[in-house]
Nanobody, 124 residues
Framework: QADFVESGGGLVQAGGSLKLSCTKS????????MGWFRQAPGKEREFVAA????????ISADSVKGRFTISRDNAKNTVYLEMNNLKPEDTGVYYC?????????????????WGQGTQVTVSS
């Protein structure tokens, strides 16, 4: 059973937008940093964005800078990924993840807990 539940994925045309949500199943985020990864078919899972428990100092991959925004609402135990100006290369399964810090969860090895993933498909 996954530790987080993602939602908001779907099919969208290039240039469109989606907003993903991630909630903790049966508990709070505590003080964990939260992040998003994605995995395209036949490719390795890659880091997308992360945010500290405070909500400050988010970081993101160069490929999504200026288009994707990560945020969190600790009162709702929810982290979001707002994705704008989507491109076909953004297609993949998007996973929510937690770790000790944003630096730690900028790599797969630094992730403590994973969600089950939500599919995002961007058509050209």
């Amino acid at each position: 059973q996954a530790d987080f539940v993602e939602s908001g994925g779907g099919l969208v045309q290039a240039g469109g937008s989606l907003k993903l949500s991630c909630t903790k199943s049966g508990g709070s985020f505590f003080s964990a940093a939260m992040g998003w990864f994605r995995q395209a078919p036949g490719k390795e899972r890659e880091f997308v964005a992360a945010v500290a428990y405070s909500g400050r100092s988010p970081i993101s991959a160069d490929s999504v800078k200026g288009r994707f925004t990560i945020s969190r609402d600790n009162a709702k135990n929810t982290v979001y990924l707002e994705m704008n100006n989507l491109k076909p290369e953004d297609t993949g399964v998007y996973y929510c993840a937690s770790g000790r810090s944003t630096t730690a969860i900028s790599t797969v090895q630094g992730v403590d807990l994973w969600g089950q993933g939500t599919q995002v498909t961007v058509s050209s």
